[in-house]
């Protein structure tokens, strides 16, 4: 006979208090299989929610900040520490685990749904500040991770307690049970968020309403089949509180469309004529009309500016039409601003374009303003457009092919591109070309980022080409700007566009003497941008490939 105050044999389950007392059997309404059903269930639902937040905040730090690699590893590393923290924290709160879970779903669906909506607003707003608040974007992103984590970490050990008080078995069942239905829920949400929420309802309605669900599953979970738990005050407390967050997020919905038209305007200025979410990018055009110079925005950047695209375009396309150029081979360009020049040569038979984004490419067509400035050039019966991947493109396309290689793709610091600045890109582009053929590249800004336009120039050294780096300067700022996402005309900062003319032998940097005279370069301003780029030099650096991106 074993003594009252003796150790219980191993395998013993722990005493356990009265029905519905702490740690005791909780009194539900329903079956205990069933309600062990419904709070896997509401695992199932509240990992999805969870990492639908957490995607949504990689998204649009990617899309708001630029660098998804940096991006992606802030958010990551900083809601995994906090989700540590949140579960040991949690521990305190597993005698009153139904309110306590029930606190943290209602916290969790406010502070995730609308986490989208404050970071875009203090881009918007605040990000061309400056001074102390220059990163404060970047500082929110790092509460809103850590806040979220938090939550999500102070769920696992109060559902645990939960689960355990319908009906007790050992821990590593129960864990098992938590952890089946824990992955199987992020399975959903990660399949959710890019294949549902993104393309139907967009990065902000989308979080509103994963937090609208998360609420209604936490709330109806802990009031529905733990409300005998809490206190009268407790289950008051509760139902308000949740009746709160829906009442904030729903009223955030209705007012998102004119939240993001404001927030649009804060950061392109008022004169939007075209906003438009593409599977690929965000399009957004502004002037055009009644004398204004149009810009064209691509993921909240500048890309083309009416003011000074010419000084960008004319350095591209002429240096590289000296010489053959019957077949030109233009990667991006999908304004139709470089096929544009092009055109200008006689002698061309053929443009080739490939361009990823479709919508782009139907803008550059169909839109007055647009078209007017791409001089209609997608309507010539010599181009043929291609939406594709311009790196898939290559590895498909016939060997010696072209004459000239254009390619006009964005800046290589963003992480997306940079595999379209690659050993392995450069090696299937110089496989297109024919024999005397030239390669041209549009390789970043020089002044502001030395380092990964020499970057560019040795990869393709490093691919078998000969260089002739150059530059030229641009007279407005932002145009083809950095990495980072900065809001119009609030920069600055002095811009040039730096280029690299490429071929098999060492090519020579002059312009086609029996070809148009362009508006703006010259033979002279040409060699003095060759000089002032090779002033900046940086010796030594490595190739940049798939497997060890250099910039």
Sequence with gaps: MIEPHAPAPPGCPPPRSAPGGPGGPALLPVQPGTGRFLVLAGVFVCAACGLVYELELLALASYLMGDSVTQASVVLSVMVFAMGIGSLAAKRLRPLAAAGFGAVEATLALVGGCSAMALYAVFAWTGAWGGWWADGPRCLLVACSLATGLLIGAEVPLLMELIQRIRRQDAGGAVADLSAADYVGALVGGLAFPFLLLPFFGQLTGALLTGAVNAVVGGALVLGLFRRDLTRRARWLLMLGNAFVLAVLASAAVLV?????????????????????????????????????????????????????????????????????????????????????????????????VERDAEVVRLARTDPALSVLNQHAFGDRRVRVTAADAFDWLRGATPATYDVVVSDLPDPGRTASTKLYSQEFYGLTRRVLAPGGRLVVHAGPVADGPRAYWTVEATLRAAGFRTAPYRTAGRHTGFAAGPDRTPADRSRAPRDWGFVLAARTDPRLRLDPDGPRPSVLTEASLAAGEQAARRTRIGGLPASTLVHPRY
């Design 257 to 353: 469309d004119d939240f993001e038209r404001a927030a649009r305007q804060a950061v392109y200025g008022g004169d939007v004529r075209v906003a438009l979410r593409t599977e690929v990018q965000e399009v957004v055009l502004t002037g055009g009309t009644r004398g204004r110079p149009l810009d064209l925005f691509l993921d909240g950047r500048l890309r083309v500016s009416g003011r000074d695209e010419l000084r960008y375009h004319e350095a591209l396309v002429h240096p590289a039409m000296s010489g053959p150029h019957a077949r030109v081979l233009i990667l991006g360009g999908g304004n139709g601003l470089a096929t544009r020049e092009v055109l200008r040569h006689p002698g061309v038979d053929r443009v080739d374009v």
